[in-house]
């Protein structure tokens, strides 16, 4: 009988974590369809394209709730079940990546689950399994953000810096090991659902954010040029080529009237 009900904790997990809730504000907001803007996808990154940052933010919210509440009602459920803690986040990421909701055909008439990266989530899984987790993963996931400036980059490394978090916890005795495990699957789901980004970094290509924007406009106005006369600030416009030195003009010479004698 527990094992049906630890079952449904996690059936119920992914269709909760399978709410496109970046999908409802961008279209509640704007009239968008956000699986039209960039990416396509459902999760905060995009949703703040598609709608603006509070979208974003109001997006990247509702989805870390998801794996938070399949942990806190894990926990409800059956308290001692470590496993069941992590499986119900996991189940949660799953159905945000491949959301039930969120069903097409693609050319080749395959069916095919659309949704977000799991960012979302995976920080929400870790917050319910230990909250003070957010208050480090969080100032690390702004610092990677503006410091490389790729969200795909942020977003994968949040698994990482959980998957390190537990690791210490586990070796103080103060978590049990499935949440180690925990960071470490979602890092692999996370890496399969950015296939395409990780692609395009590989290719130069990937979306940039970040300081170093920021700090290229800064430096524009204070461009030094070069002894040849030209910028060395990328955005400048073209120099102007140098004038060429007029030519001394000397006076045309006159024309000497020539009287003859008579």
């Known amino acids: 009988m527990q094992v049906l009900i630890?079952?449904?904790?996690?059936?119920l997990a992914y269709i909760f974590g399978s709410i496109p809730f970046g999908l409802l504000i961008v279209k509640v907001g704007t009239g968008k369809d956000i699986r039209a803007v960039a990416s396509g996808?459902?999760?905060?990154?995009?949703?703040?394209?598609?709608?603006?940052?509070?979208?974003?933010?109001?997006?990247?919210?509702?989805?870390?709730?998801?794996?938070?509440?399949?942990?806190?009602v894990a926990h409800a459920v059956s308290p001692g079940n470590d496993w069941l803690h992590v499986l119900a986040p996991i189940a949660a990421i799953?159905?945000?990546?491949?959301?039930?909701?969120?069903?097409?055909?693609d050319a080749r008439f395959r069916l095919r689950f659309r949704g977000g990266a799991g960012g979302g989530p995976t920080v929400?899984?870790?917050?319910?399994?230990?909250?003070?987790?957010?208050?480090?993963?969080?100032?690390?996931?702004?610092?990677?953000?503006?410091?490389?400036?790729?969200?795909?980059?942020?977003?994968?490394?949040?698994?990482l810096i959980i998957?390190?978090?537990?690791?210490?916890?586990?070796?103080?005795?103060?978590?049990?090991?499935?949440?180690?495990?925990?960071?470490?699957?979602?890092?692999?789901?996370?890496?399969?659902?950015?296939?395409?980004?990780?692609?395009?970094?590989?290719?130069?290509?990937?979306?940039?954010?970040g300081w170093r924007p920021w700090k290229k406009d800064a430096q524009a106005p204070f461009a030094v040029r070069s002894p040849e006369g030209t910028s060395t600030d990328p955005t400048a416009s073209a120099p102007r080529p140098k004038p060429q030195p007029r030519r001394a003009r000397g006076r045309a010479p006159s024309k000497k009237t020539v009287t003859s004698k008579r």
């Open 6 to 11: 630890d079952a449904s904790v996690v059936l």
């Open 41 to 72: 996808r459902t999760g905060g990154t995009n949703a703040a394209r598609a709608g603006g940052a509070l979208a974003g933010a109001l997006t990247a919210l509702m989805d870390a709730l998801k794996g938070a509440a399949s942990v806190w």
């Open 94 to 105: 799953l159905g945000h990546n491949y959301s039930v909701f969120l069903t097409e055909r």
């Open 124 to 159: 929400g899984g870790a917050f319910g399994l230990w909250w003070p987790s957010a208050l480090i993963v969080l100032p690390l996931g702004a610092l990677v953000f503006f410091g490389i400036g790729y969200a795909s980059v942020t977003t994968m490394s949040a698994a």
């Open 163 to 209: 998957t390190a978090i537990f690791a210490v916890r586990y070796s103080m005795g103060l978590a049990a090991l499935p949440d180690v495990f925990y960071g470490l699957i979602a890092f692999v789901l996370l890496a399969w659902a950015l296939r395409p980004n990780i692609h395009a970094l590989i290719a130069g290509r990937e979306r940039f954010h």
